[in-house]
């Protein structure tokens, strides 16, 4: 699942390196415009609905949150 999510924030940024930051926000790698575009991939890519209240930066700063992120969405589901 890792290396899936790193395609997709390279499709969305590809001028970073996302395996080798702490954290993207923090770091200027994602901005809002950008986790929206995230999201919307991962809902297609994992048939799971993220809710709004989850779409914060904490959830989106490095890819271990963002998996536990996609894990939790899914038990939801």
């Not at 926000?25 to 799971?48: A, C, H, K, N, P």
Request: aromatic share 8%; net charge negative; proline share 3%.
């Amino acid at each position: 699942m890792k290396n899936e999510i790193l395609e997709l924030l390279t499709e969305i940024r590809p001028e970073f390196d996302f395996s080798d930051s702490s954290n993207y926000i923090e770091e200027g790698m994602l901005d809002s415009f950008d986790i929206v575009s995230l999201v919307s991939s991962i809902d297609e890519r994992y048939q799971v609905s993220i809710d709004g209240v989850d779409i914060i930066p904490e959830n989106f700063s490095n890819i271990d949150s963002i998996v536990s992120l996609i894990n939790r969405s899914s038990k939801k589901s």
